[in-house]
């Protein structure tokens, strides 16, 4: 724990201007952001007496081991500001509204020749129409189906509409009419824009001139004896009102409005939003957030709103926001709407009438959506605490391990060795932290030595950065031996890519100013790094010697503050280093079931890796070896010639006809083609018979049984066993 008045600036030094300040902690994480329209003002209330703070404020505060600021012009371009910082850092003492789901949406794919309506869930496309969200996907398909009768515009994938296309029939919609099949030419792609577009424009709610029309086309077919006509048409009708029905009118008005209730108690707070399109509801979500800092409904209000609108603009954000309480002060936050709408919005707290009445419904969800959470977070919490705290029991720890690491290794046959590391903190997965390495310091198959080179890398990198960061004191380099802190782990890869080098630190941004203990911190972007943080556990998948392993290589980088354990897969039995016999935990322990989940998660993480490295050196070919041609210029020049062996045998001037290929290129590439050896000929492994063209297929394969792909001179048969 710190004390505050170890980093707390002198009031002369911090501006009394608009800005943004990040607290960090002692590993440099941006552990709160927040924004003040006076720096010396707002940043002086965290640095009194500790009594006279709000506990998760006081929490906060000797968390921390520095505080910064970035001073900028105006209340909202603060308010800017504070939005992006979360975003990035993920600050753990921020109010941050989490949903348990990902709320689904209506989608009509606009950006296609020939539209299609779905479900999205997930981050926005650009030319793509959106509605909702929706509480749940079944009440999207209800709807859809009812309008494709009307409207009968593609739903299929882009397989089974190029499938229809290329046999010349269409799907069974196609067949009952609720497809107009423009994949077999029924109709144009201009006649089915134009479906879709009459679709979209239902949703959005303009919906009575498209009843008039029907009801006149109805009226007007009865009068010409057309009664089949007018049959389909009234039923059309009936269809398009039984979709208006699932969203009743609930303003009259016909107004486009965001409503947005809270429930809150000491702990925690749900916010609940209904989206209401030309008077109906058209979308509901919520959130849930735990309440780590002193705030008010207001503050939530403007979370909310942020976390809402902050990736929005144009008509996603309606004309007016209703909200149980106003944020302080009101005006930079509906500048800020203002901005994002590109018109004016009106953010007020409704006082009367139907926005009332509709406002207090809202509140109820809340209400209810709160109390669930916490009927639900009460056995989640007391179950993962149990959990660690018999985990802490079984290993002889002193506190339960908050941060678990657990490590596996993956190969086939000794081809492809990989290793995974995943991160749980507080038994929850945290997959932005999860780690993958390529196996580099020796070739074939060896869990043990394998195990050992991961530890290592691993933790020279945490040495490294807590070296650079200045947390040693001077001349406490001495605790990694033969200087290798400061060394990258050679050949670690995150992400299928090099490990970055632990070199000088980038600047901050620009007016930032850092305050903290004389030198103990370096200025740098505050983004997490990649091997920064020590777990209080790590856990390797297998038993005595794998954990043997690991500990051998803490104790080679000198760090004995780290406790290890090993999981074996026959009998489950729980290893610690130095110990003959194993720990047994209970079939029933909630301890035993949580280290299952992290081993499992591991071979998972590790082996989805090896299959996607085996994969790509399987599809590899002789293009891969020529420098500077990706895979856009590669899909090309294939396309073009139709195989490597007819590109082997083009001329210069043939290649430089491919769209994207320079004269320079061209000749890199023939250079490359003619070093590289010519496949052997096919063979079918059903048949035995040679099939002299078959390298057309694929460049560096040749097919198998069933078309199966077998690397070139590979055996045909490889039934190796995955680990």
Request: proline share 6%; aromatic share 6%.
């Amino acid at each position: 724990m710190a004390d505050p008045s170890s980093y707390r600036p002198k009031p002369g030094d911090i501006p009394d201007s608009p800005g943004v300040y990040k607290f960090r902690d002692e590993h440099r994480r941006v552990i709160y952001v927040g924004k003040a329209k006076s720096l010396r003002q707002r940043l002086a209330n965290y640095f009194q007496d500790l009594a006279n703070l709000h506990p998760r404020t006081r929490t906060m505060v000797t968390t921390a081991a520095s505080v910064e600021w970035t001073v900028v012009s105006t209340e909202v371009e603060a308010l800017q500001l504070e939005y992006s910082w979360i975003k990035e850092f993920d600050p753990r003492f921020n109010v941050k509204y989490r949903d348990d789901k990902s709320y689904p949406y209506l989608a009509v794919t606009m950006n296609e020749e020939f539209p299609r309506v779905q479900v999205m869930r997930g981050h926005k496309k650009k030319g793509v129409r959106y509605f909702g969200p929706y509480g749940h996907a079944w009440a999207i398909r209800d709807t859809v189906d009812l309008l494709l009768r009307v409207f009968p515009v593609r739903t299929c994938s882009a397989g089974v509409f190029k499938n229809a296309a290329r046999t010349g029939r269409p799907c069974l919609l196609g067949y009952i009419g609720k497809c107009s099949a423009p994949c077999v030419g029924r109709v144009s792609a201009e006649e089915h824009r134009e479906l879709a577009e009459e679709f979209s424009d239902f949703m959005a709610g303009r919906t009575g001139t498209y009843l008039r029309r029907l009801e006149q086309r109805m009226a007007q077919a009865a009068e010409e004896m057309e009664y089949e006509r007018a049959a389909r048409l009234r039923d059309d009708i009936g269809a398009l009102k039984k979709a208006m029905e699932k969203s009743a009118v609930v303003l009259a008005d016909a107004t486009d409005a965001d409503l947005i209730a809270v429930a809150e108690d000491e702990l925690e707070a749900a916010v609940q939003i209904f989206h209401v399109r030309g008077g109906r509801v058209r979308g509901q979500r919520g959130w849930v957030t735990d309440k780590v800092e002193e705030v008010t409904t207001g503050a939530l209000v403007e979370h909310a709103l942020q976390q809402l609108y902050g990736e929005e603009s144009g008509d996603a954000v309606p004309k007016e926001v209703l909200v149980p309480a106003l944020p302080d002060p009101v005006e930079p936050v509906q500048q800020w709407l203002t901005d994002r709408r590109g018109a004016n919005v009106s953010l007020r707290i409704p006082q009367r009438g139907d926005k009332k009445a509709l406002m207090e419904t809202v509140q109820r969800n809340a209400l209810q959506a709160l109390a669930l959470h916490k009927t639900k977070r009460a056995s989640d919490l007391t179950t993962r605490s149990r959990a660690l705290e018999e985990i802490a029991e079984a290993l002889g720890l002193d506190s339960a391990p908050l941060r678990i690491e657990c490590y596996d290794i993956s190969h086939l046959q000794g081809d492809d060795v990989v290793a995974s590391m995943v991160v749980f903190e507080d038994g929850l997965q945290r997959k932005g932290e999860y780690r993958r390495f390529q196996i580099k310091g020796f070739e074939g198959q060896d869990d043990v030595r394998s195990m050992h080179e991961v530890i290592t890398r691993r933790f020279k990198r945490y040495l490294a950065e807590k070296e650079r960061t200045g947390e040693w004191a001077d001349g406490e380099e001495s605790a990694v031996p033969d200087g290798t802190a400061a060394a990258p782990a050679a050949g670690a890869t995150v992400d299928g890519s090099p490990a970055e080098a632990p070199g000088a630190a980038p600047g901050g941004p620009a007016g930032s100013t850092v305050a903290g203990p004389a030198g103990a911190f370096t200025e740098d972007d505050g983004r997490p790094k990649r091997f920064a943080y020590p777990p209080q556990l790590v856990v390797v998948d297998g038993g005595q010697p794998q954990v043997a392993a690991a500990q051998r290589a803490l104790d080679e980088l000198g760090i004995d503050d780290i406790a290890v354990c090993g999981l074996a897969k026959r009998l489950e039995e729980v290893w610690v280093p130095g110990e003959d016999d194993p720990v047994v935990l209970p079939r029933s322990s909630e301890g035993l079931y949580l280290l299952q989940r992290v081993r499992d998660e591991a071979h998972r993480f590790a082996i989805t890796y090896q299959r996607t490295r085996r994969a790509k050196r399987f599809r590899a070919g002789p293009l891969d070896d020529v420098p500077g041609l990706g895979e856009t210029r590669k899909r090309a020049l294939l396309k073009h010639f139709g195989s490597v062996k007819r590109l082997r045998s083009a001329t210069i001037d043939q290649i430089c006809e491919v769209s994207g290929i320079g004269r320079k290129t061209a000749e890199t590439i023939a250079v490359a083609l003619a070093q590289a050896a010519p496949a052997a000929p096919a063979v079918n492994t059903a048949t035995g018979e040679i099939m002299e063209d078959e390298e057309d297929t694929a460049p560096g394969t040749t097919p198998g049984a069933a078309g199966e792909p077998v690397p070139t001179g590979a055996p045909a048969e490889r039934r190796g066993q995955e680990t």
